[in-house]
């Protein structure tokens, strides 16, 4: 597997502007040192207890962002050193970043993640839900955190139609919320749809196997 030349490959994709999101879910601590060997210093992990193991063995001043759906009785594992989490699907756990946030005396970063997808998917808010949650935000319930943007998965699907309309569906919402230009992450695109989340407004990717290679869940 050739990381760097795949992560070298990626950054000339991108824009300039678009962050990238290094997704290391599955692979070891060597593998992530190499990408931040090349410069790279946010990564992505969708497992509290993968990234409690991997974490300690890397450089500190990575900025780790969990990308996976979470547990509320698990945020107090992370909070003392997560950056970002973009998987925020309920009140409830909003509530609890938020209380733990305070405790360590941090300002948690937040991404509401939405359901954009045509598909049923298990995680993720509906377009009501999560403008309640944003008005809520607005008038000061959840004064620990910051919340910074927008996360949404696409169906997984050839249909690159398909794709686009849901990208453009969390887009708009996005610029419905940035109104008072206080956010600044819309999260879509991961290995396979980044450049069809891209030229639909994304400014912030996803991107795992396109750099590390394919996945191993057998081990
Ligand atoms: C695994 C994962 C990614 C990265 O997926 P790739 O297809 O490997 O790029 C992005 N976002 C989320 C939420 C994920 O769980």
Redesign the pocket.
Known sequence: MDITGNYNAILQKLPKGVQL?A?S?THPASAIQEVYDLGQRVF?E?KVQELMEKAPLLPEDIQWHL??HLQTNKVKYIAPFIDTI??VDSEKLLSEINKESGKHQRKIKVLLQVKIAEEETKFGLDIPEARALFEKYLNGDFENIELTGL?G?ATFTDDEQQIRREFLTLKSLFDEFNQSKTLETLSMG???D?PVAIECGANSV???????GR?DYSK
Do not use: E, L
């Open positions: 999101v997704v879910k992505g969708n990308i996976g973009q998987s996360m998965m991961m290995s396979d980044f996803r991107v795992g196997s396109a750099i590390f996945r």
